[in-house]
């Protein structure tokens, strides 16, 4: 990291070898002295004539004596929030203590598109004459070129209010298409403009609704516009950003479904003319009706949408493991604990990292990057030992651990995450593979019940549009239930249905004792005949992978040994054979069951019995179980329907 510590004269020489063009600033002001600053260029040799050792700051040119260097500045704190969840990711990024984050650095050729050296984006709301003035800049694209010039001031200088400016992350700056850079930077500062002027409680709810009927009639997907109803709740410090994202997305949806949805007129009455005009003509939306003119005072014309099958253009199914796992699908592989899920993930993510051929001669893997969320496993003394073992590329396999929030770090979340994900994946570049080990570790806090199929489908949904918008398999863990005499791994998946249903592809791991090894059936395929992928069989192998650096002990860890030929055997009469003797009680499980799901409250009975079903429960021996717990059931529901209601003695204590 670039500090106070080094010179002002090594600072300059460090830009000079990354092909910037420095300038000379006075000691914690902003600005160059003198003229022709904009056109000198600063070279090796002229750099000590320039930089002699006195106390000074250190600016870089930007535009094309520094190679298209690029400045995204965020001048307010909303911005700077909303940033990571637009721009494109940069691993060149600086600021000081109170605005952390605040330059992104992109390298463009927009200095010779674009007539002034900066585009400035201003909250209207705020005039010159307003003391708080300073604070009517919301973001600056900083290009430079020519005569006009543009420079900002670097890590190693000192700002004005006597704040070191220091790296956040001090590597090479992306090269970035002009037009998409400044789409992105006005789509941050609409959407930073919106949280300045985000309504008090009362109104944030339509504010989203309407926030989100208008980024429909902009062309948004509903993940885009509940992504960026999110940026905008958290920067506004709305506690029920959640709300928001999904108020924002349920507009898009009933949009694009021809329903009525708010859109200009009520985003002017939300947030003043002033302020929609000007998100209007940052996000460059073309549509009519800017004047507020009846366009959600007067319903939808609703009609189906219907078109012949000829005009549809066939594709083929692109697989990553032939017959097995689609590229643009989700898939589960499922087990009960111990039985050689992880290391089949682990097998699954080696072969991709190289393109090494799949089992049984099944074809070869497209190799390209995997990145692994793994929750259960040390990366330091399990995962990457596993990785090596079965000979994995580890440059080519990224570890995702933690959400980076300020000073803190939190679990990632499928749920309210999956953006920063997006661009993870785009930033590490050619991601075939996702591994999600296992999917239950990533559903946060209180944010998704698995038992629920609504929840869980809205929760794998975006994850699903992910996989096929980028084209990448994403195959995730999940373990079984403990009803050991259901045969039918579908129904053996721990929770909701949903979670089967909605995969692609599902397989189970097999424990097969007689014969010392574990079976690899599949539970179901959409995308393939039954007949193409058979029954594997594997054990496992023990390799020496290195040596502990402090102690010097060798370090072994297990890796998947396929065997050479397929296994004549079903999913059922696997999971049968390994069934024996093992069943416990079963209305015991069911009792225990209602007693986990009834401990936070009422809940539908039609719920309840789907989520009996995914964990293997019968109908008569739930209602048994239900009798001897004397659980009430009421027709309280949100219909008159039937909801059952804990016992006392279930009831959860807060």
Not at 36 to 50: E, G, H, K, M, V
Not at 366 to 374: C, E, K, R
Not at 626 to 631: F, N, R, S, V, W
Request: hydrophobic letters at 40%.
């Amino acid at each position: 990291m670039t500090g106070r510590a080094s010179t002002p004269l090594a600072i300059a020489l460090g830009y000079i070898k990354r092909g910037w063009n420095p300038v000379p600033v006075p000691y914690r002001e902003k600005g160059p002295r003198g003229k022709s600053w904009q056109t000198r260029i600063i070279d090796a040799a002229a750099a000590p004539s320039f930089f002699n050792g006195a106390s000074m700051n250190v600016g870089v040119i930007l535009g094309p004596s520094s190679h298209g260097l690029t400045d995204v500045d965020l001048d307010c704190a909303k911005a700077i929030a909303i940033a990571p969840y637009i721009l494109p990711p940069t691993k060149a990024i600086f600021g000081r203590p109170s605005k952390r984050g605040s330059h992104w650095l992109y390298v463009t050729d927009l200095a010779a598109t674009i007539d002034n050296a900066a585009l400035q984006f201003h909250d209207p709301v705020i005039k010159d004459e307003d003391k708080d003035k300073k604070k009517k800049m919301i973001i600056e694209l900083l290009v430079g070129g020519g005569s006009r010039g543009a420079q900002t001031i670097f890590p190693g200088s000192t700002h004005e209010e006597g704040e070191a400016i220091t790296w956040e992350e001090e590597g090479e700056p992306p090269s970035i298409k002009d037009d998409e850079l400044r789409q992105r930077v006005g789509a941050v500062a609409a959407y930073a403009l919106l949280a300045r002027h985000w309504p008090g409680e009362g109104g944030r709810h339509i504010a989203a609704q309407a926030v989100g009927g208008f980024l429909a009639r902009a062309g948004l997907t509903p993940s885009r516009a509940g992504n960026a109803a999110e940026a905008i709740a958290r920067a506004a410090g709305d506690l029920d950003w959640r709300d928001r994202k999904k108020a924002a997305q349920d507009a898009v949806t009933a949009y694009k479904a021809g329903k009525r949805t708010y859109g200009v007129p009520k985003l002017i009455e939300m947030f003043g003319k002033g302020v929609a005009d000007k998100v209007i003509e940052w996000l460059d939306y073309k549509g009519g009706n800017t004047e507020g003119l009846a366009e959600d005072q007067q319903p939808a014309d609703r009609t189906l949408a219907c078109v012949p099958a000829s005009s549809f253009e066939m594709s083929a199914v692109e697989w990553l493991w032939p017959n097995r796992f689609a590229l643009g699908e989700l898939g589960l592989l499922a087990g009960l604990p111990d039985e050689g899920k992880s290391q089949i993930l682990i097998d699954m993510g080696a072969r991709v990292s190289r393109g090494l051929e799949w089992p049984c001669n099944e074809g070869h893997a497209p190799q390209g990057n995997v990145l692994l969320l793994t929750a259960e496993d040390n990366p330091n003394k399990t995962v990457v030992p596993r990785l090596t073992a079965a000979g994995a590329d580890l440059d080519a396999v990224h570890i995702i651990q933690m959400v980076q929030v300020g000073d803190k770090k939190q679990m990632f979340n499928l749920v309210s995450d999956l953006d920063l994900l997006r661009r993870k994946i785009l930033e590490v570049g050619n991601v075939k593979l996702i591994l999600i080990d296992p999917v239950s570790a990533y559903l946060g806090v209180d944010k998704v019940d698995s038992f629920r199929t609504t929840d869980v489908r809205a929760m794998l949904g975006p994850l699903v549009e992910l996989a096929g918008e980028l084209m990448m398999s994403i195959v995730g863990m999940m373990h079984f239930n403990k009803k050991l005499d259901i045969t039918n791994a579908l129904l053996r998946i721990s929770d909701s249905l949903a979670f089967g249903a909605t995969a692609r592809h599902v397989y189970a791991v097999v424990d097969d004792p007689e014969n010392k090894r574990k079976l690899f059936v599949r539970a179901k395929n959409n995308l393939t005949p039954r007949s193409e992928d058979k029954t594997l069989a594997c054990g496992f192998g023990l390799r020496e992978v290195g040596h502990d650096p402090k102690t010097e002990k060798p370090i072994s860890a297990p890796h998947i040994l396929w065997f050479p030929h397929y296994v004549d055997v079903t999913a059922a009469e696997a999971m049968a054979a390994a069934n024996q003797s093992k069943s416990p009680s079963a209305r015991d499980d069911a009792k225990k069951f209602l007693t986990e799901i009834l401990a936070d409250g009422p809940m539908l009975s039609t719920e309840i019995e789907d989520a009996a079903k995914a964990n293997g429960i019968t109908r008569r021996t739930l209602f048994r179980a239900k009798d001897e717990l004397q659980i009430p059931a009421k027709r309280d529901g949100p219909d008159n329907d039937w909801r059952w209601h804990p016992p006392r003695r279930a009831t959860r204590q807060d």
